[in-house]
């Protein structure tokens, strides 16, 4: 016994149509997000260090890579996430 395929009807095949036309987020938004989030993690991952107690003081809380890279890479993370949600993706 086989099965009969039918083509689905036109008013089905726009229904489907505009469902994909309504997705507000793309899987390349989803990509781009997942890229921001790392960025943001490394940036923070950057900052972390031994810290200064009463006793000893610590020069490394001033070095740059906790006062300079560290957070430039994560401001760079929170505007790339800005862009990954507002982009569109190119049109076909």
Known sequence: ??????????DTDRLIREDKEQMPLL????????IAGAMIVVGFLLMLGGATGWETF??????????????AISLLGFVFMG??????????
């Open 27 to 34: 899987p390349a938004n989803f990509r781009l997000m997942a």
């Open 1 to 10: 016994m086989a099965i009969k395929r039918t083509k689905p009807s036109s």
């Open 83 to 92: 862009y990954a949600i507002m982009y569109k993706g190119k049109n076909k």
């Open 58 to 71: 610590n020069p490394d809380i001033f070095s740059a890579r906790r006062i300079i890279v560290g957070p």
